[in-house]
């Protein structure tokens, strides 16, 4: 590692399988460019990073920006469900339940 770059990660998890990458990158290296130099593009080849969000630590960033070193770059996939949805239609179940009662 010469003394303009910096270690960071790359992540990106399937219900099946998740992986870091631990990369050593030019301190002025855009998070895009660090994702394409990680290799996680070849392991998992549904990335595509005109649809998939990126963040660091939880909070999305742009493919654009630079990194701090010990970052660790996130890469989000599509919800299957959505959250508000699927919490509105538990709230309806739990309510059906209370008001039916149950024959015993």
Known sequence: MSDNSIKVEVAFARPDEQLIFEVDVPAEATV???????????????????VNKV??????????????????VEIYRK???????VRRKRAEEGKKMKKGGGDI
């Open 55 to 72: 963040g660091v630590f939880g909070k999305l960033t742009k493919l654009g920006n630079t990194l701090r070193p010990g970052d660790r």
């Open 32 to 50: 895009e460019e660090i994702i394409k130099q990680s290799g996680i593009l070849e392991t998992f080849p549904e990335i595509d990073l005109a």
């Open 79 to 85: 919800l299957i469900a959505d959250p508000k949805e």
